[in-house]
């Protein structure tokens, strides 16, 4: 096995890409010259030939940033590969562009039994006409990828089923994908990844604004209205002919921003009855899935599992389904004869849209077995009724799980029924509804017939460890009230549901948060037992050490600038503490004047406990005055201080802001 170095940048001759394809034998590796960095090979004579039989490796990890160009007239690799002599080609390093073809594959396109793997790479605006905008992966073969990037690629022209945007594979084919991105892809069916009839499986992935709403119903073609499926991600079977029990599986993944048309906003996932589907630990939030004009009206806004008869289970585990939109039902999953059990998951701010009879489901439209486990479910709306889920007459359990705030139109009529669910579900123990029913309607119900009435007291929606949870604040009915549940070890944020006593839906108090960390957004932090030191950042930050021992030190409103527009409740607990206004050497903010400031950032200080605790106002002593404001006093800077120091501190958990006047 050799070692063949690429010294020119020309399409053809003497130390050219082509020339040292031509030259390799099996298992060559071809690197590139370090003159070479941050130029382009640019093809001029036609897509590079990959003979059966020659494998090769081929890494651009000596000449950082080489572009290799279609010119956007050709296709840049073709792996031709045959069932009596698989071919396998490796792709290091390097970065793939402008790739064209009016089939399939516009970057690489790989044979029978070829296996492509492709590692630390990028992929950028190739266009494939019938799919696969950068990758297409033959029947029988392997299509692996690691920490690669795929933006702006595209295989729309065809309008063909197997349009994905990115990667189309088919045909008893594995595909792996993991720790890469996929941004902005555009296909008919899978903004990023199409898959036919074979494994799937994602890992570490990011999925962001890819779409499939180019897609028109093909008429006069098979299956017409499948197009525009999974704006993200289509997978129509993991098993083949071969393999008859296959898995499509997510995890750590996350879908954001993604659109679909007809079903699936970001991930349609069709499966055979003999096959597994897994969506694990990760998160799907701003997706949306449009109607197909002449097609489906628009079903899951971020996830629809159907399968072809009860499969082998469907498993959604730590989970988050966050604001997104069904034109139609299921405004965060959208599921149809698929055995399902759901656990330590939240859907949270999801709607489904229609506002005449079939708008149902905010969270959830369920048509088939499912058990629901410890996941929170809140603030989900539909337009017709179920706001939280919606069910035919397959049997739903939940339990350990909340209800909270669901909402749902009933088609703009008067009716108020239906708000939680669309039915009542079967009560596993544990479970948690507010408010209640709001009519005495025979055909209003509450999530079960026993769950219990009583506020949950959720905390906003927060991303913590990389995931969307509602933290439970203190006080709420959740806590220690769930039913044990055997093997169930920890929370939708892998925290330790340690105590012996377990907290109903998917967060546990308590548990193993992140302390001393600043982050953007509206913030979420609790300290635990012990001495805390918390930071919020910019944002609205709510923390506390709700109700926990120990001297917690809490600081709230750190805005780079005043006028930022924050508020930060800041809550004690019990014990010491001292509730700071600003970072460690100024209050609030330090630049600005304050009549020009916008004058909106101010703390709340939630709960002060005589005499252990303290409110510290950060600077000297004299750059403070005191004052009337109505009825109420204000702390102020005093008339010499120029700058927007202190903007106000008010006692209470949600006052009106006090803006003080430093003249």
């Not at 490796?90 to 594959?105: M, Q, S, W």
């Not at 006593?501 to 012990?530: K, R, S, W």
């Not at 002593?621 to 800077?637: C, E, K, M, R, V």
């Amino acid at each position: 096995m050799s070692v063949i170095t690429v010294t020119s940048i020309a399409d053809n001759g003497t130390g050219s890409l082509r020339a040292a394809i031509a030259q390799s034998q099996s298992g060559d590796t071809i690197q590139f010259a370090s003159t070479l960095a941050n130029q382009t090979i640019t093809l001029t004579s036609g897509q590079l030939e990959i003979p059966v039989g020659k494998n090769l490796i081929i890494d651009g990890a000596g000449a950082s940033g080489l572009t290799l160009s279609g010119n956007n007239t050709s296709r840049i690799f073709h792996l031709q590969s045959a069932s009596v002599n698989p071919t396998s080609l490796t792709i290091k390093n390097l970065t793939l562009a402008n790739g064209y073809t009016d089939e399939f594959g516009g970057a690489i396109r790989t044979e029978h039994q070829g296996q492509l793997t492709v590692e630390n790479s990028e992929f950028k605006n190739n266009v494939a006409g019938l799919g696969g905008g950068a990758i297409f992966g033959a029947f029988e073969g392997t299509v692996t990828v690691s920490g690669s990037q795929f933006d702006s690629n595209t295989a729309t022209a065809g309008n063909d089923e197997r349009g994905g945007g990115a990667i189309a594979t088919w045909g008893g084919i594995r595909t792996t994908v993991t720790d890469s991105t996929f941004t902005n892809n555009a296909g008919i069916n899978g903004g990023a990844i199409n898959n036919l009839a074979g494994e799937l499986i994602i890992e570490g992935s990011t999925f962001i604004n890819n779409s499939t709403t180019a897609a028109t119903v093909a008429t006069g073609q098979a299956n017409p209205t499948l197009r525009g499926y999974g704006g993200a991600v289509y997978s129509d079977r993991g098993s083949d002919i071969n393999n008859p029990t296959g898995i499509i599986s997510i995890t750590d993944s996350v879908f954001d921003g993604n659109t679909g048309r007809g079903e699936g906003g970001a991930a349609y996932l069709y499966s055979g009855n003999q096959d597994k589907v897994v969506l694990d630990s990760s998160t799907f939030k701003n997706n949306e899935v449009l109607a197909l004009p002449g097609g489906n009206s628009g079903n899951g806004g971020a996830v629809v599992q159907m399968s072809n008869g009860a499969n082998q289970g469907f498993t959604i585990n730590n989970t988050s389904f966050a604001n997104n939109i069904a034109a139609n039902q299921g405004g965060g999953l959208w599921m149809m004869d698929a055995p399902t059990t759901i656990t330590n998951s939240t859907f949270s701010g999801n709607q489904a849209t229609a506002t005449d009879y079939s708008g149902n489901g905010g969270a959830m439209a369920l048509y088939g077995p499912t058990n629901i486990i410890n996941t929170t479910i809140a603030n989900n709306w539909a337009g017709w009724v179920g706001g939280g889920i919606a069910a035919n007459d397959s049997p739903v359990t939940v339990q350990n799980t909340i209800f909270a705030n669901n909402t749902a139109a009933n088609g703009n009529n008067n009716w108020g029924i239906q708000q939680q669910t669309s039915r009542l579900l079967t009560d596993g123990g544990g479970n948690i509804q507010f408010p209640p029913k709001s009519t005495n309607n025979s055909n209003d119900f509450n999530a079960t017939a026993s769950i219990t009435i009583a506020d949950p007291k959720l905390g906003p929606l927060q991303e913590i460890n990389g995931r969307l949870v509602h933290p439970l604040l203190a006080g709420s009915a959740a806590i220690n009230t769930g039913v044990a549940i055997a093997g169930l070890t920890t929370d939708g944020l892998g925290s330790a549901r340690s105590d012996g006593l377990i907290d109903v839906g998917a967060f546990e108090f308590g548990g193993t948060l992140p302390t001393n960390a600043t982050t953007t957004g509206n913030d979420f932090g609790v300290g635990q037992a012990g001495n805390d030191s918390l930071l919020g950042g910019t944002g609205n930050d709510t923390q506390g050490g709700l109700g926990l021992e120990g001297n917690d030190s809490l600081t709230g409103v750190n805005a780079a600038n005043a006028g930022s527009g924050e508020m930060a409740p800041l809550v004690g607990g019990t014990d010491a503490d001292p509730l700071l206004a600003g970072n460690t050497t100024t209050a609030f903010s330090t630049d600005g004047v304050i009549l020009d400031s916008g004058l909106t950032d101010y703390a709340v200080v939630a709960d002060f406990n005589q005499p252990e605790d303290s409110s510290v106002l950060q600077g000297e002593t004299s750059s403070y005055q005191l004052g009337a404001l109505g009825t109420d006093t204000s702390f102020s800077p005093t008339a010499d201080q120029t700058t927007a120091q202190l903007i106000g501190l008010v006692p209470g958990v949600s006052p009106d802001p006090v803006i003080p006047n430093p003249d």
